[in-house]
């Protein structure tokens, strides 16, 4: 027997084993590093949002996607050395909170000015300004502010309350719902303000006697001081972006809907350039402007999931607090007005009709209940017009709703996208203003979920603040800020914690059309979540504003970590 010729079919089996065993090896081990997460988080009390799994306790990520998620155990066989791993100790983690409706770099830069919003009185009115002017440079304007006159008893402040402290300064504070300002003489001295000015269609200008401006401006007159404000530099914009994604990182904030202008987007696109974005922007531009929008679309596209375009916002009518929202039937408490619109419905149907037909989203700010029975007469023919399609059309603030149009948001697929923290601060004052049958559908979160209309929840900072946790607790309590309403302001339209969860998260998502990325926690979603000290389930809905945020993950990177000591 030839044992020479048996030995060399074996070594080369042994050969040919030994390749096919270190293949496996090799190709077991790719396999690992590839699903091995960059992040994982475990001993978490987590709410998903998604239907299909509610609750799980671990998260791992990948980079800015999602990979896993389910129990801790599952995610620790998961983990290699490169794995940052983050025990939770049972706190809670929910998705990223969407903001659907900022004013974000108007947020930014009031974060750094004249701060008026609790002023009680019209001396501490005064006081604060005067106390502001000393910090900047004469010349300087002086802007945002956010007053609420309603706090000193619904005098409207005058340009002579504040002309001796700021005689070097041109001023135009805004009121806090940013439908009406003040300005001192040296702003209207610079805009050429005068007996003579005329009126202006969809605004109005408070006057004494002699037909002088008081400093008062509204809605679309507030133009007449708005045009001499002169532009902040690059500089000072990008600052206030900036500090903007700081402080809403700071409040769980991942992604915001911004209501602004292009030169708010020129800023969003200087930072997404360099990589510095930190906040998921949807950036909104005026419907006006609806021809360039198609334009920059058809020439770039929408943008990607840090920054994108597509959307267009219009407006009806002003704000309840400065008597500029249009209704039905007169103020209680001025029987002789009803508001007005600040844009012809003729002007407006034109405008969505062609911006719809370009493909565009359109959102349009309407807040009395005739300004929203208006503008839902003018989506509905415009559907007529143009076709079915996935269009999601959107009221802004639809604050004041009457009865019968409640069931019209389902019908017509309009998205009621609103700002619960207004509700428990116009709470305070609002009944004497519409009354009290009027207020039955105001801020009527409930009855628009009993009609199976999607509810998408922001805060219009800097109107409002941009604090998901106090929407949160507004949604569900509706104990206004004054705490004259214990048990609820208009309490029938309370919602429970999970619906006020799923319209901060998956249903803001869906109104931007980023349901399919973002909204819930799901493998294949981007890794945008945050974690709370407390389980907003299992305390009681008055400590729900007193949660706060821990960390703040956007892209699976940590954008914000309280200091615990």
Not at 52 to 57: F, G, L, Y
Not at 478 to 490: F, I, Q
Not at 493 to 503: C, D, G, I, R, T
């Amino acid at each position: 027997m030839n044992f020479k010729s048996l030995f060399i079919p074996l070594r080369a089996n042994t050969f040919y084993f030994f390749i096919l065993f270190l293949f496996i090896c090799i190709n077991f081990t790719a396999c690992k590093t590839s699903e091995s997460p960059t992040l994982a988080i475990i001993n978490a009390r987590i709410w998903t949002g998604d239907e299909a799994q509610p609750w799980a306790e671990a998260i791992a990520v990948k980079g800015e996607t999602i990979i896993h998620v389910g129990s801790s155990e599952e995610v620790r066989k998961m983990l290699d050395d490169g794995t940052k791993l983050i025990d939770a100790k049972g706190q809670m983690l929910v998705p990223g909170f969407n903001d659907a409706h900022v004013h974000f770099i108007d947020g930014g830069f009031g974060l750094s000015s004249v701060s008026l919003r609790d002023a009680k009185t019209k001396q501490e009115f005064i006081d604060r300004i005067a106390a502001f002017v000393k910090t900047v440079p004469p010349g300087t304007w002086i802007l945002n502010g956010d007053w609420d006159h309603t706090n000193w008893g619904g005098e409207l402040p005058q340009a002579s309350w504040i002309d001796s402290v700021s005689a070097d300064h041109p001023v135009f504070v805004q009121r806090l719902d940013g439908h009406m300002g003040l300005a001192n003489s040296a702003a209207m001295k610079l805009a050429k303000i005068s007996a003579s000015t005329a009126d202006v269609e969809g605004g109005s200008i408070i006057r004494n006697k002699n037909r002088m401006p008081e400093g008062i401006f509204k809605d679309n007159a507030m133009g007449l001081i708005g045009q001499h404000i002169s532009d902040p530099s690059h500089e000072l914009k990008d600052r206030a972006l900036e500090a903007a994604m700081k402080y809403v990182a700071s409040n769980g904030v991942t992604s915001v809907q911004s209501m602004g202008g292009w030169q708010d987007l020129e800023v969003y696109r200087r930072a997404a350039k360099k990589g510095i974005l930190n906040t998921r922007i949807y950036a909104v531009v005026p419907l006006s402007s609806w021809k360039k929008l198609k334009e920059e679309v058809e020439k770039s596209g929408k943008g990607d999931s840090w920054l994108k375009i597509g959307g267009l916002k219009g407006f009806v009518d002003g704000s309840l607090g400065s008597h500029t929202a249009a209704f039905k039937q007169p103020f209680s408490d001025t029987p002789t007005d009803s508001g007005f619109l600040v844009t012809p419905v003729k002007e407006l149907y034109e405008q969505i009709s062609a911006a719809d037909k370009a493909g565009l989203q359109v959102m349009v700010h309407a807040i009395g209940d005739k300004a929203i029975e208006e503008q839902l007469n003018i989506f509905e023919i415009v559907e007529k017009d143009n076709g079915k399609r996935d269009r999601r059309f959107r009221i802004e603030h639809a604050q004041h709703i009457a009865p019968e149009d409640l069931s019209r948001f389902k019908t017509l697929n309009v998205i009621a996208s609103m700002q619960p923290y207004h509700a428990i601060d116009d709470g305070k004052w609002a009944e004497k203003v519409i009354g009290p049958e009027r207020i039955k559908t105001t801020y009527a979160f409930k009855s628009l979920l009993d009609n199976q209309a999607v509810l998408a929840f922001g805060s219009d900072w800097f109107v409002a603040p941009p604090t998901p946790t106090e929407g949160i607790y507004a949604a569900v309590t509706r104990r206004t800020l004054d705490d004259k309403n214990p048990e609820g302001w208009v309490p029938e339209q309370k919602m429970n914690v999970e619906q006020a969860l799923k319209a901060y998260t998956y249903s803001s998502a869906y109104a931007s059309f980023d349901e399919n990325n973002k909204g819930i926690l799901k493998k294949g979603y981007l890794a945008d979540f945050v974690i709370l000290d407390q389980n907003l389930f299992d305390i009681k809905a008055e400590a729900i504003r007193d949660v706060k945020v821990m960390k703040t993950f956007t892209g699976g990177k940590l954008v914000f970590e309280r200091d615990e000591k």
